[in-house]
C-alpha cells in the first residue's frame, strides 16, 4: 500500500512569490491535513480537508489555502511569500478524520523562501 | 483543544525502559491521547493512542491516569534507533473548528 506522498520535496522561493505543495493521500482515505513545522514554533496544524471540504482550520493568515479534489488528493498554495514561512510543510491523511485515530504523514515539502 | 506539556528532552541508556510523561489538565471527555515519534527530515509516525488505563502494542505501553490529566508513554528496552522527538498529542471526535496542537514535543537521546 502506497503511502502519503508529498511532492515537491524541496523548492526555493522568493519573497512575495507564491508556492503551491501536493500531497497524494493513502488510498482510500478522505482526510487530509496540513501543518507547518519550524524549529521556532514547532509543529503547527494549517487546515484539514475532508471530502473536498474543509472542516477545521488552525490559526494561520489568509495567504495559506488549500483545497481537495474528488480523488483527495490535495494542494496547499501559500501567496506573497515571506521569509518566516521558510518551514518543512507536511501533509498526514487518514480514513475518518485527525482526532480520531491514527494520521499518516509523508515526509513533507522543505520550503525555503529568499 | 486542550494543551500538552512534556519535557523538552531526555537522555536514556540502550536497554533501559524509557517513560515519557505529558500533561494535559484541561482534556475533555471525548478527547483520546495520541503519541506520535518524529525523526529528522520525516513526518511524524503514530506509535499509540488511548482514552483511559493501559493500552499497550508491539512498540509502546501508555498508561493514562483515571483523572486523565496525565499520560505516559513507555518504550521498553530502548535502542538507539529510538533516537527521535517523541510528541503527545490530545483530540477528540468532536474535533470541530479548534485547532490541532502538537505542543514542543519531547527529544529523546538514547545512549550507547
Known amino acids: 500500500k502506497a503511502g502519503v506522498t508529498q511532492t515537491p520535496r524541496y523548492l526555493i522561493k522568493t519573497r512575495g512569490q507564491q508556492v503551491t505543495l501536493s500531497c497524494s493521500p493513502i488510498?482510500?482515505?478522505?482526510?487530509v491535513s496540513w501543518y507547518q513545522q519550524t524549529p521556532g514554533q514547532g509543529l503547527q496544524f494549517l487546515f484539514e480537508?475532508?471530502?473536498?471540504?474543509?472542516?477545521n482550520k488552525g490559526n494561520f493568515p489568509g495567504r495559506f489555502s488549500g483545497r481537495q479534489f474528488s480523488n483527495s488528493r490535495s494542494e496547499m498554495n501559500v501567496s506573497t511569500l515571506e521569509l518566516g514561512d521558510s518551514a518543512l510543510y507536511l501533509c498526514?491523511?487518514?480514513?475518518?478524520?485527525?482526532?480520531?485515530?491514527?494520521?499518516?504523514f509523508g515526509e513533507g515539502s522543505r520550503l525555503t523562501v529568499l | 483543544l486542550a494543551k500538552t506539556t512534556q519535557p523538552i528532552s531526555m537522555d536514556s541508556y540502550e536497554g533501559q525502559e524509557v517513560n515519557i510523561t505529558c500533561s494535559h489538565n484541561?482534556?475533555?471527555?471525548?478527547?483520546?491521547i495520541t503519541w506520535y515519534q518524529q525523526f529528522p527530515s520525516q513526518g511524524p509516525r503514530f506509535i499509540i493512542q488511548?482514552?483511559?488505563t493501559k493500552v499497550t502494542n508491539e512498540v509502546a505501553s501508555l498508561f493514562i491516569p483515571a483523572d486523565r490529566k496525565s499520560s505516559t508513554l513507555s518504550l521498553p528496552r530502548v535502542s538507539l534507533s529510538d533516537t527521535a522527538v517523541y510528541y503527545c498529542?490530545?483530540?477528540?471526535?468532536?474535533?470541530?473548528?479548534?485547532?490541532?496542537?502538537f505542543g514542543t514535543g519531547t527529544r529523546l537521546t538514547i545512549i550507547p
Open positions: 480537508y475532508f471530502s473536498e471540504t474543509q472542516r
Open positions: 484541561n482534556i475533555a471527555t471525548n478527547d483520546y
Open positions: 488510498s482510500g482515505h478522505r482526510s
Open positions: 498526514a491523511s487518514s480514513p475518518d478524520g485527525i482526532a480520531t485515530g491514527e494520521l499518516f
Open positions: 488511548g482514552y483511559k
Open positions: 498529542l490530545v483530540g477528540g471526535p468532536n474535533f470541530g473548528n479548534e485547532k490541532l496542537t
